[in-house]
């Protein structure tokens, strides 16, 4: 699923820019008997106006350590004109449970992003508090405002003559990435895997944005350093290197070797030379495209929508149905449809929607369907506009019985093969499910989503009603991907939410309705970048700047 609780600004509100958080803690508690703790970091934010917390996203969990350094960052808006609170939890994690519920709590801080961003040189240290009568230790934040560059760099390495550290092996090598800040400082910007029993370690070829590298500066300085990894937490410093984006990069017609050096060896022994060197073997650069490079190249989003007609929706005409909408009041399967469409039509040029019901008994024969247009026209399902959806859909509950079961296969292979027709990135296919319960063709419609992955198109499931719907959760493929018969989903392409984690206490449907779209919509850009990404489909009309 989505990262919930992206900061909610005021309508209207533009971010001024994209600020970098980089995450660091001292003297955390220490909660394991045998080793040191293993801490992540949770970082809440409360929405505009709102005193709810919600999660934004999470570090790594970095092993044995009372002093992480974090190389995942929280990349977040920033709105001069707004207190955007932030809360950082601290956490050792003792099992594999993804629940914070179940791990140590090591404390936490609040503190406003302006906090961080105002403070001397964007950096701030606050206090870890939450378990009483101890000390937890600090957080350290250090605030950048992201540069606009979009270049992403490919690149591998090896290393040759390494020092050996281990008594009874050889080295297990791996390197430390920094970039250099305007105050002479550095921060980690990424790490390599570790390469057991060598002092010619190759590394696996990886990506990392430009920006993360050195914030579009090309000459910043990049420090790399070389360890050996050991399992206490503890690894070795074997020496390190500089070097900058620039040069890295005229390494695409070059070998580039760099000595590893450690000053302390270097001070302490005349005939030091070196503690082995480090080879870059390729270094590549690609524009990394975004969202808004495909629509602006002229990606269309066809949305289309299939609802929920089985009878445990409850009879219509009947205020505690599902269905049942009140001349003052939508129903849930209105507002949830109008949420989700109002948004995403505005990315397609003819506005016409296709649009199915399903688990009901149509007439004349009373013949089951689970995949029948609400419009009643075969050949052309589409409904003009969401209101031309929405009229469809009231007409519908008028003429056809609520029966059962729950199939969802379908009409995703309905939407599927549409999607197939068209698989050059001009076309993205957006299905919108909204139900009420419990799933009845499990397997049909695991497999309908691994086939639907390899497509251009992504699928949204609103769940209505008071009903559990851990099965949803299983086809949502955050945790783990959706297989059907040995077969994986290429990508995630099923985001699942239940609608009644967004309705407003106080009745507000339109805040509802923005709660909603604001949740179910976050992955698209994602999804819809991974498939283009996959088959290397670039945008048609990309802005070179």
């Known amino acids: 699923m989505a990262s919930p609780g992206a900061l909610e600004p005021a309508a209207g509100s533009v971010p001024g820019t994209k600020v970098e958080l980089t995450v660091s803690c001292r003297n955390l508690l220490d909660m394991d008997t045998f080793s040191k703790s293993d801490p992540v970091v949770v970082l809440f934010v409360q929405g505009s106006g709102s005193s709810e917390w919600k999660e934004f996203g999470r570090t790594e969990v970095i092993d044995n350590t009372l002093n992480p350094d974090f190389v995942r960052k929280f990349v977040l808006d920033y709105y001069f004109e707004e207190k955007q609170n932030l809360r950082f939890d601290v956490y050792n994690v003792d099992s594999k449970s993804c629940s914070v519920l179940k791990q140590d709590f090591l404390g936490q801080a609040f503190v406003a992003l302006g906090e961080v961003i105002g403070s001397q040189r964007g950096r701030l240290e606050r206090a870890l508090t939450g378990v009483p009568g101890k000390r937890c230790g600090t957080i ?313 992955s390899a497509l251009p198109m992504s699928i949204i499931i609103v769940g209505v009603g008071p009903a559990e719907f851990e099965a949803m959760e299983e086809l949502d493929g955050d945790e783990v991907r959706v297989s059907s018969r040995g077969r994986y989903a290429e990508r995630d392409i099923v985001q699942f939410v239940p609608f009644r984690d967004y309705v407003d206490d106080s009745g507000n449907q339109v805040l509802s309705m923005a709660r909603l779209a604001k949740d179910v919509l976050a992955e698209i850009p994602e999804q819809l970048l991974s498939y283009m990404k996959t088959r290397d489909i670039k945008p048609r009309r990309a802005d070179p700047q």
């Open 140 to 452: 350290l934040l250090l605030a950048e405002e992201l540069s606009n560059c979009r270049d992403i760099v490919t690149m591998q390495l090896c290393a040759n003559k390494l020092d050996k550290k281990d008594f009874f092996g050889k080295s297990d090598p791996f390197l430390v990435f920094y970039r250099s800040n305007e105050d002479g400082t550095f921060t980690i910007c990424h790490k390599t895997e570790v390469v057991k029993n060598t002092l010619n370690p190759v590394w696996q070829p990886f990506t990392i944005p430009v920006r993360a590298l050195c914030n579009g500066d090309y000459d910043r300085t990049v420090k790399i350093d070389v360890y050996d990894w050991d399992r206490d937490g503890s690894h070795d410093f074997i020496g390190e290197f500089a070097t900058s984006y620039r040069e890295l990069s005229r390494a695409q017609s070059q070998f580039t070797v760099y000595e590893v050096l450690n000053p302390r060896k270097k001070c302490k022994k005349k005939k030091y030379v070196n503690s082995g060197t480090v080879t870059l073997l390729s270094f590549s650069v690609e524009s990394e495209f975004t969202f808004v490079d495909y629509i602006r190249g002229g990606t269309q989003l066809n949305f289309t929508v299939a609802i929920d007609f089985t009878a445990s929706n409850g009879m219509p005409s009947q205020p505690t149905s599902l269905h049942y909408a009140s001349p003052y009041q939508l129903s849930a399967y209105a507002l949830a449809l109008k949420a989700v469409g109002e948004i995403i039509q505005d990315y397609d040029s003819d506005k016409l929607f296709p649009a199915y019901g399903f688990g009901a008994k149509l007439p004349p024969d009373g013949k089951i369907s689970h995949q029948f247009p609400l419009n009643n026209n075969v050949d052309n399902p589409s409904c003009a506009g969401i209101e031309g959806v929405l009229e469809s859909y009231l007409q519908s509950l008028r003429t056809v019985q609520l029966y059962g079961p729950t199939n969802f296969a379908p009409v995703i292979n309905q939407v599927a093969g549409a999607a197939a027709q068209v698989t050059d990135g001009s076309q993205y296919h957006v299905l919108l499910i909204i139900t009420d319960g419990v799933i009845s063709d499990m397997l049909q419609t695991k497999e309908a989503i691994v086939t639907a």
